[in-house]
């Protein structure tokens, strides 16, 4: 890997290297901290979980033809050459600065409450449209997953897109110094983690801090329609872009027509004062707010009208991640990878838009602090008033979302499951043939489960 020789490693992570020194100037053939995944050549950094302490995988390692080993434990004698490191998190951080500061490589940095992964597959469909694109995979998006993304880049990438999560205060600046990215892009400021966060006030300043570590020279993409976006004064000495609905939005979408579970049409203006009539290929307002953010991110990297078209229209669909599932029975609109309150309320929109009889089954949001009592209640009120006819609450707190439900409107239908197995024996009698069916939760929830269930359903 390009600069990462086991003398560079040692000097940019302040460590000490016990080991054969005609080893110093070889380059590891990849970095990774999973066990399991070592091949020879690589470098194996041993970083301990809450339940796992790696360093006692290193033998394993070894016998898979390891180059090196970076502990934070002194490992005292070995046959093996390692680095001794303060703490083996950091080092992975400075390993991946060390290895992204090789680059001469456009960054695209994302953060967010919500909308970082949909928002990161649209500008990735809209950039690769041009140039050869990198992208954070599946949610490794934090100080782990960001440096293994990082590692994943090669010379033959033009364009690397990195997603940022965080939930507490400080995260950020640890992995935007990192990203030190070219062209920053903030989806909204929600309540997400608000038990870490306390308010919003404080969530805008840890995502903000991305900018900080902006390049010089830099582009900062906001969402104009977020209220706290909308007045955030130029960083760095750059002023925001905005992409909306707003008229303060240079990125704007107008003339929009849902067409049902199919997505969007609408009309997308551009600075220059160009515009274009698309379709935005998944449902909800929210995907047309993330094609404008493509929209501003490929204009920005020079690409035509015609290729930040085509990447919005070909934007494909992932698991978990409003993902249109169709079956013999049911159309399944699968949104569970993860949850807060501002995208249940979009997810809910979405379902809102389906022709015939909807369903969702939400469960418990987590990190939601002391107010996830009230936050679950109003989005059980909110689904109740968008008219959902039968919303299945499922976990303790979702006991409260489905109570909001009940006591906002006769017209839905709503009941409480206190486990996902208590849900799945009711199934059969609560969904019928046709139905359109939400289903979202926080990750940890598992909730992909009921997906697989709900493929199989035969009334």
Same mark, same amino acid.
């Given at each position: 890997?390009?600069?990462?020789?086991?003398?560079?490693?040692?000097?940019?992570?302040?460590?000490?290297?016990? *080991?054969?020194?005609?080893?110093?100037?070889? %380059?590891?053939?990849?970095?990774?901290?999973?066990?399991?995944?070592?091949?020879?050549?690589?470098?194996?950094?041993?970083?301990?979980?809450? @339940?796992?302490?790696?360093?006692?995988?290193?033998?394993?390692?070894?016998?898979?033809?390891?180059?090196?080993?970076?502990?934070?434990?002194?490992?005292?004698?070995?046959?093996?050459?390692?680095?001794?490191?303060?703490?083996?998190?950091?080092? #992975?951080?400075?390993?991946?600065?060390?290895?992204?500061?090789?680059?001469?490589?456009?960054?695209?940095?994302?953060?967010?409450? &919500?909308?970082?992964?949909?928002?990161?597959?649209?500008?990735?469909?809209?950039? &690769?449209?041009?140039?050869?694109?990198?992208?954070?995979?599946? @949610?490794? @998006?934090?100080?782990?997953?960001?440096?293994?993304?990082?590692?994943?880049?090669?010379?033959?990438?033009?364009?690397?897109?990195?997603?940022?999560?965080?939930?507490?205060?400080? %995260?950020?600046?640890?992995?935007?110094?990192?990203? $030190?990215?070219?062209?920053?892009?903030?989806?909204?400021?929600?309540?997400?983690?608000?038990?870490?966060?306390?308010?919003?006030?404080?969530?805008?300043? %840890?995502?903000?801090?991305?900018?900080?570590?902006?390049?010089?020279?830099?582009?900062?993409?906001?969402? *104009?329609?977020?209220?706290?976006?909308?007045?955030?004064?130029?960083?760095?000495?750059?002023?925001?872009?905005?992409?909306?609905?707003?008229?303060?939005?240079?990125?704007?979408?107008?003339?929009?027509?849902?067409?049902?579970?199919?997505?969007?049409?609408?009309?997308?203006?551009?600075?220059?004062?160009?515009?274009?009539?698309?379709?935005?290929?998944?449902? *909800?307002?929210?995907?047309?707010?993330?094609? #404008?953010?493509?929209?501003?991110? *490929?204009?920005?990297?020079?690409?035509?009208? %015609?290729?930040?078209? $085509?990447?919005?229209?070909? #934007?494909?669909?992932?698991?978990?991640?409003? @993902?249109?599932?169709?079956?013999?029975?049911?159309?399944?609109?699968?949104?569970?990878? +993860?949850? +807060?309150?501002?995208?249940?309320?979009?997810?809910?929109?979405?379902?809102?838009?389906?022709?015939?009889?909807?369903?969702?089954?939400?469960?418990?949001?987590?990190?939601?602090?002391?107010? $996830?009592?009230?936050?679950?209640?109003?989005?059980?009120?909110?689904? &109740?008033?968008?008219?959902?006819?039968?919303?299945?609450?499922?976990?303790?707190?979702?006991?409260?979302?489905?109570?909001?439900?009940?006591?906002?409107?006769?017209?839905?239908?709503?009941?409480?499951?206190?486990?996902? &197995?208590?849900?799945?024996?009711?199934?059969?009698?609560?969904?019928?043939?046709?139905?359109?069916?939400?289903?979202?939760?926080?990750?940890?929830?598992?909730?992909?489960?009921?997906?697989?269930?709900?493929?199989?359903?035969?009334?």
């Amino acid at each position: 890997m390009k600069n990462l020789t086991l003398r560079n490693i040692t000097q940019t992570c302040q460590g000490t290297y016990y *080991g054969d020194s005609a080893l110093l100037d070889r %380059e590891a053939e990849g970095v990774v901290i999973d066990s399991r995944k070592v091949k020879p050549g690589y470098l194996f950094v041993a970083i301990d979980g809450a @339940n796992v302490n790696a360093h006692k995988f290193i033998p394993d390692t070894v016998k898979s033809g390891a180059l090196c080993v970076v502990s934070h434990e002194d490992l005292g004698e070995t046959d093996f050459p390692y680095i001794l490191v303060e703490s083996t998190g950091q080092a #992975l951080l400075d390993i991946a600065k060390l290895y992204r500061d090789s680059f001469d490589i456009k960054v695209v940095g994302i953060t967010g409450s &919500a909308g970082k992964t949909s928002t990161k597959e649209m500008i990735a469909s809209v950039a &690769a449209q041009k140039y050869c694109v990198h992208k954070t995979l599946g @949610n490794f @998006n934090n100080e782990w997953g960001l440096p293994i993304t990082i590692f994943g880049m090669d010379e033959t990438h033009q364009v690397a897109i990195l997603e940022m999560g965080v939930n507490h205060f400080g %995260e950020m600046r640890r992995l935007s110094s990192v990203a $030190a990215p070219d062209i920053c892009v903030i989806t909204n400021i929600g309540v997400a983690h608000l038990e870490f966060f306390k308010t919003r006030e404080g969530i805008f300043r %840890e995502k903000t801090q991305m900018i900080q570590d902006m390049k010089n020279g830099g582009t900062i993409i906001l969402n *104009g329609d977020d209220d706290l976006l909308a007045q955030t004064s130029p960083i760095k000495g750059v002023s925001p872009i905005f992409f909306g609905f707003g008229d303060n939005s240079q990125f704007r979408a107008d003339n929009m027509q849902a067409l049902g579970l199919k997505g969007t049409a609408c009309t997308i203006h551009l600075p220059d004062q160009t515009s274009f009539d698309c379709t935005v290929p998944l449902p *909800g307002i929210h995907m047309v707010s993330n094609a #404008l953010a493509g929209a501003a991110v *490929g204009y920005t990297l020079g690409l035509t009208t %015609e290729e930040i078209k $085509a990447g919005i229209e070909g #934007l494909p669909s992932i698991p978990g991640r409003n @993902n249109i599932i169709k079956t013999e029975h049911l159309i399944i609109l699968d949104d569970c990878y +993860n949850a +807060n309150p501002v995208s249940m309320k979009a997810s809910i929109d979405v379902l809102n838009m389906a022709i015939g009889r909807k369903v969702a089954i939400l469960g418990d949001m987590n990190e939601l602090g002391e107010d $996830a009592q009230e936050l679950h209640q109003n989005v059980g009120e909110y689904a &109740a008033q968008q008219g959902v006819d039968l919303i299945c609450g499922i976990g303790p707190l979702s006991r409260h979302l489905a109570d909001g439900a009940s006591k906002c409107s006769s017209q839905s239908e709503a009941v409480w499951f206190e486990s996902k &197995a208590a849900f799945l024996d009711a199934a059969k009698d609560l969904i019928r043939e046709g139905d359109n069916v939400l289903v979202k939760a926080s990750h940890g929830m598992q909730f992909p489960d009921i997906i697989d269930a709900l493929k199989q359903f035969n009334q």
